[in-house]
């Protein structure tokens, strides 16, 4: 990178990211004003939709009246009006001015399309472009240094379609990206066709994006928009450095390697014969990466990165420490959904997030009551406590059941600080024992610890097949576990199961629940999920660990991946 272009990039990041903190800052500081401001003109703005009309916008002047008038919803309450808008209708359920549609991955269900207005477009790119520079800026400034030029490896896969309506489409992480498409050249390691390739095609992402990174010395950061894409990659990258290193010397891209021809023959004019960057990896490769942690010894540079860990993905943080190093500081991004982004962190290695008063309209429900007619708001939370939050976007939901529970942590002036639990249907319940996802991960965890394992990834599978039903845990290990170390992988599960849920231990032993087992999957098993996944239109920077097998789906493509005990 011309190191002008690099200072001035770098510096402009830095600015953006400032102000909103500084715009946060002021937001937080009156949020409940905020919150009270944004209802009503949502209300004033959409009462000639068709949905404001059927549901009496007019004649909301207060929350009272809101609570009122207006009910609860979810998602299917709005896709009759989304499909018509992606067809080119308005004022349906939104009179706001709409450019893009985001999409979910599909990963929990079927994919939703969700539309985003131009103000809910702006704050995720805010948000999750300028201000993790502007926090990263500040942990330098703390810690006496200046910011480095940024050029970095990000794994996060840019790609969109276009509606009927001429409208786009694309994961709500993808729009930075897209927004900022002539300036990611500068920033990132992957070339343009890589970068922004065609979500339809079919190639070896791993293995291309790391090696146009491996062939630099100057990659300062890591990007993702989940950490265990990150952590599958340094995964993929300890299995195969000798074929990439090969590569490297050689300038080419290798046969065995997916990558549709066009795209090949684009990337390979990129290419150049660089072995002494080849032995030079082939030195710290060779060194192992167990002792010291591999990235600061391949990319000496590389002082921090971002990506989503929290919740669910906290599991996965622990394991990608093994390749960063326990110093690395990292942006958790914040807590978003396809239908808006709603929290993030003000500095780096946090897990507390941020509410964004202006984005949206926010409501709660203590998990531990089932009473949705005396719902809370922001000022009414006590630090400490899970509840249930329902959001108001600026794009045409209202009262909208995401099904996401958060912990609040704090307060930021009247904003509160959550951290995300667990989806309302990732809990795992057989005999009323209800073990959430967020205690699977603590569970799993003190597992892979005592028995000294590295877990690719796991999946809880609730048996209710057999009489009574019983707990299996699904794992993929790094390496084969040999038949006679099996049974003690199974006595640890359950040891660790019943300290993590007391109510587990009695129903086993009353007979109400069943024995738990470990089954385990075949190598692979979780990137060959991931790309049938892909192969339904699912874009991978959204799809989430499938942590609970809830659906026969589920159920029957990862049971056929599990190793028989006759298999080698």
């Known amino acids: 990178m011309n190191p002008i272009i690099g200072k001035l990039t770098v510096n402009f990041g830095i600015m953006l990211g400032r102000m909103e903190h500084l715009k946060l800052k002021i937001y937080s500081k009156n949020a409940n004003k905020v919150q009270e401001t944004l209802l009503m003109a949502l209300m004033k703005k959409n009462r000639n939709t068709v949905y404001g009309k059927k549901n009496n916008f007019a004649d909301v002047h207060s929350y009272e009246d809101y609570k009122k008038l207006v009910p609860l919803s979810n998602y299917y309450d709005y896709d009759e009006y989304v499909q018509r808008m992606a067809k080119g209708e308005k004022n349906l359920n939104t009179a706001a001015f709409v450019r893009r549609f985001t999409e979910s991955s599909g990963s929990t269900g079927k994919s939703k399309l969700v539309p985003l207005s131009a103000w809910a477009e702006w704050v995720c790119q805010c948000f999750s472009f300028s201000a993790p520079v502007g926090c990263a800026y500040k942990w330098f400034k703390v810690q006496g240094k200046k910011m480095p030029p940024q050029k970095g490896l990000l794994t996060a896969e840019v790609n969109c379609r276009k509606l009927g309506n001429g409208k786009t489409v694309s994961c709500l992480s993808s729009i930075p990206l897209l927004n900022l498409k002539p300036i990611i050249p500068m920033i990132a390691t992957s070339p343009k066709e890589l970068q922004f390739a065609d979500g339809n095609l079919d190639y070896d992402s791993h293995y291309l994006k790391l090696l146009f990174s491996l062939q630099r010395r100057d990659v300062s950061y890591l990007g993702t928009i989940f950490i265990t894409t990150l952590e599958s990659m340094f995964f993929y990258l300890e299995e195969n450095w000798e074929m990439l290193c090969d590569d490297i010397e050689k300038g080419i891209i290798n046969s065995s390697i997916k990558c549709p021809a066009d795209m090949r023959e684009k990337l390979q004019k990129r290419l150049k014969p660089n072995p002494k960057r080849a032995e030079e990896l082939r030195e710290e490769f060779r060194k192992g990466f167990d002792d010291e942690p591999i990235v600061p010894r391949i990319w000496p540079r590389v002082c921090w990165m971002y990506g989503m860990g929290t919740g669910a993905l906290a599991f996965y943080e622990k394991k990608l420490k093994r390749y960063l190093g326990d110093d690395m500081p990292i942006h958790y991004l914040g807590y978003a959904?396809?239908?808006?982004?709603?929290?993030?962190?003000?500095?780096?290695?946090?897990?507390?997030?941020?509410?964004?008063?202006?984005?949206?309209?926010?409501?709660?429900?203590?998990?531990?009551?089932?009473?949705?007619?005396?719902?809370?708001?922001?000022?009414?939370?006590?630090v400490g406590k899970e509840y249930e939050i329902i959001l108001t976007n600026t794009s045409g939901f209202y009262r909208y059941r995401i099904e996401d529970v958060i912990r609040v942590t704090g307060y930021y002036y009247e904003s509160p600080k959550i951290t995300f639990c667990y989806r309302l249907n990732q809990i795992a319940n057989i005999s009323g024992e209800k073990v959430s996802s967020?205690?699977?991960?603590?569970?799993?965890?003190?597992?892979?610890?005592?028995?000294?394992?590295?877990?690719?990834?796991?999946?809880?599978?609730?048996d209710r097949t057999t009489s009574p039903?019983?707990?299996?845990?699904?794992v993929e290990t790094a390496k084969p576990v040999p038949e006679s170390e099996k049974g003690r992988y199974t006595r640890v599960f359950e040891e660790k199961l019943c300290e993590g849920n007391v109510s587990v231990e009695p129903l086993i032993k009353s007979g109400a629940l069943g024995k738990c087992e470990v089954k385990f999957l075949r190598h692979g098993t979780y990137d060959d999920y991931r790309e049938v996944l892909r192969a339904r239109g699912a874009n991978l920077n959204q799809v989430k660990p499938i942590k609970v097998i809830d659906s026969d789906e589920r159920r029957e493509f990862f049971l056929s991946h599990v190793i028989d005990s006759e298999e080698k």
């Open 469 to 474: 039903g019983h707990y299996a845990l699904l």
């Open 438 to 462: 967020m205690a699977f991960d603590e569970i799993v965890a003190n597992m892979a610890e005592e028995l000294d394992e590295t877990f690719i990834g796991y999946s809880i599978y609730p």
């Open 337 to 382: 959904a396809t239908e808006a982004m709603m929290a993030v962190p003000i500095e780096l290695n946090s897990f507390e997030y941020v509410m964004l008063p202006q984005n949206g309209f926010y409501e709660f429900r203590p998990i531990d009551s089932d009473d949705y007619d005396n719902l809370l708001t922001i000022k009414d939370l006590e």
